[in-house]
């Protein structure tokens, strides 16, 4: 097994607060890994952290085998500078629940704006391969459209093809579906698990306990700033060995 994501005793607090109080995770290359627990459990700090979208206090991320946000020179750690936080964030896919799309650009616009800007594509190479991504999310046709005539559904599924535009090595999905009406989440979560079987790294927060159980090689169960329990599905989901799990699944059923 290739690790492609390796975090080590991560701690992370907001003004004396602490949100990670040492999280370890290792998610192998090709695998979806779904992070699941209570609201205000760490989840979305942890995915900030994996992009260092926020700088953790204490621990280490290797995204691929490259510490993210830092480097090591004589066993000592330095802080990378923006920039080349930046070019490090271009290999890690983020979809939020907010989909967060350019509102004034069309959908082949999204996509291709940062391919463009950060990879240095030209116009056609990146519209060739947007075009493509947006056929696979299912929207094949609706290039031209803008984000607001698009239904929710729609939206995050753009928001998932002008993340592949990137070629990340690893996607991270911050409750893709928390903000969509009931009948638009399986759309969503078709393209997922088409991704996941096409072999993409996946770390997916989410609150679909049954995408978790078809879709995951391994659940997370994150609760107040700690991993209590990870394992393959029907350990975790359907045999939990913790109370708090066990707990936190009754509700969210
Ligand atoms: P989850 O995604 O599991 O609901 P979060 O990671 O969003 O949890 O938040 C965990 C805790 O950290 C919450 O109590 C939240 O209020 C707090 N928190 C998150 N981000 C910030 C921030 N930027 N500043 C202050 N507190 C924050
Ligand atoms: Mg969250």
């Keep these: 097994m290739t690790v492609a994501v390796q975090v080590t005793d991560l701690h992370k607090s907001f003004g004396g607060t602490p949100v990670l109080r040492g999280v370890d995770l290792s998610v192998a290359r090709g695998s979806v890994t779904c992070v699941i627990g209570p609201s205000g459990s760490g989840k979305s700090t942890l995915l900030r952290c994996l992009n260092h979208l926020e700088k953790p206090d204490r621990g280490e991320i290797e995204v691929d085998g490259v510490l993210v946000g830092y480097r090591r020179h004589r066993g000592k750690l330095y802080e990378l500078k923006e920039r080349a936080v930046a070019a490090q964030r271009a290999s890690i896919g983020m979809v939020f629940q907010g989909f967060h799309l350019f509102g004034h ?96 790294t996946m770390v997916v927060v989410t609150h679909e306990i049954g995408f978790a159980r078809s879709a995951a090689d391994t659940v997370v169960f994150l609760d107040d700033g700690l991993v209590v329990e990870s394992g393959p599905p029907e350990e975790v989901l359907d045999n939990p060995g913790h109370a708090r799990t066990r707990e936190f699944l009754a509700r969210v059923r």
Excluded at 167 to 184: N, Q
């Design 105 to 200: 650009l069309t959908v082949l616009q999204n996509v291709v704006e940062a391919p463009i800007g950060v990879l240095g594509l030209s116009r056609a190479a990146a519209e060739e391969s947007a075009r493509a991504l947006i056929a696979r999310v299912g929207l094949a046709g609706r290039e031209d459209a803008y984000p607001r005539q698009l239904s929710g559904g729609q939206q995050q599924r753009v928001a998932i093809a002008r993340a592949l535009a990137m070629r990340p090595a690893v996607m991270l999905f911050d409750e893709p579906t928390s903000a969509l009406d009931p009948e638009l989440v399986g759309e969503v979560l078709e393209v997922m698990r088409d991704l996941a079987a096409d072999g993409m």
